[in-house]
C-alpha cells in the first residue's frame, strides 16, 4: 500500500524550532519530487515547499523562505521540514505530498494524514 | 505570482444536480492546473491533473476543462459523497511553485 505519514508535530513557542518527518513506503520513493502542504483549520491550502528526486533542487513559499528548510533521505525513504523561527501565522496542519510522476501540473497524488503544529506561548 | 480565484465560494445543490466549479488564473498557466476533493478531517484527494485528466480512480463524473486562465470542474451528477471542499492547484513554469485557490463548497441544498 501506498503510504505516507507524518510525525514531529506539535506545541512550539515563537521563535522556536520544530522538525517533521514523513516516513514513504509502498513506492520508490526516490523517483519522485515530494511536497509539503499546510492548512490552517478551517482554512484553505497553502504549499509550502518542494524537493526534487535527489533533493539538489528545493522550492519555497516566500512566507518561509530563510526559515524552513526541506530535506530527505532516499536511504530511508523518508523528507524532512525542518522549521525555525516559528511564528504563531506558522500554526497550521502540515501535509507531506508526493508529485504525481510526469505531470505538468505537479498534482499530488499520495497524501500523508497530517500532523498539527501549534505555535503559542 | 499567480492567484488563483475560485467561484462560487459555496455552491448548493441536490444529489442528482450538475455542479460546474469555475477556477480563474491572474495570467495563464497553459495547462499546469490540478483539482483536489477535501472532505472534513481528511486530506486532499487528488481528481484531476493536467487541467483534464482524471486521476487514478476518479470516477467518470468528474471532468476537467480549460487552458490559460480559465478552468472548470465538472461533476455531471452529484452523489451523497461528493459534498465535500473542492480547491484548484497551479504550477508556476519555473521554478515548480505550486499555488491554491481559495476552495469552493459544495453543500447539499
Known amino acids: 500500500e501506498v503510504q505516507l505519514v507524518e510525525s514531529g508535530g506539535g506545541l512550539v513557542q515563537p521563535g522556536g524550532s520544530l522538525r517533521l518527518s514523513c516516513a514513504a513506503s509502498?513506492?520508490?520513493?526516490?523517483?519522485?519530487?515530494m511536497s509539503w502542504v499546510r492548512q490552517v483549520p478551517g482554512k484553505g491550502l497553502e504549499w509550502v515547499a518542494n524537493i526534487k528526486q535527489d533533493g539538489s533542487e528545493k522550492y519555497y513559499v516566500d512566507s518561509v523562505k530563510g526559515r524552513f528548510t526541506i530535506s530527505r533521505d532516499n536511504t530511508k525513504n523518508s523528507l524532512y521540514l525542518q522549521m525555525n523561527s516559528l511564528r504563531v501565522e506558522d500554526t497550521a496542519v502540515y501535509y507531506c505530498?508526493?508529485?504525481?510522476?510526469?505531470?505538468?501540473?505537479?498534482?499530488?497524488?499520495?497524501w500523508g494524514q497530517g500532523t498539527t503544529v501549534t505555535v503559542s506561548s | 505570482e499567480i492567484v488563483l480565484t475560485q467561484s462560487p465560494a459555496t455552491l448548493s445543490l441536490s444529489p442528482g444536480e450538475r455542479a460546474t466549479l469555475s477556477c480563474r488564473a491572474s495570467q495563464s498557466v497553459s495547462s499546469y492546473l490540478a483539482w483536489y476533493q477535501q472532505k472534513p478531517g481528511q486530506a486532499p484527494r487528488l481528481l484531476i491533473y493536467d487541467a483534464s485528466n482524471r486521476a487514478t480512480g476518479i470516477p467518470a463524473r468528474f471532468s476537467g476543462s480549460g487552458s490559460g486562465t480559465d478552468f472548470t470542474l465538472t461533476i455531471s451528477s452529484l452523489e451523497p459523497e461528493d459534498f465535500a471542499v473542492y480547491y484548484c492547484q497551479q504550477r508556476s513554469t519555473w521554478p515548480p511553485r505550486l499555488t491554491f485557490g481559495g476552495g469552493t463548497k459544495v453543500d447539499i441544498k
Open positions: 505530498a508526493r508529485v504525481a510522476s510526469g505531470v505538468e501540473s505537479y498534482g499530488l497524488d499520495v
Open positions: 509502498g513506492f520508490t520513493f526516490r523517483s519522485y519530487w
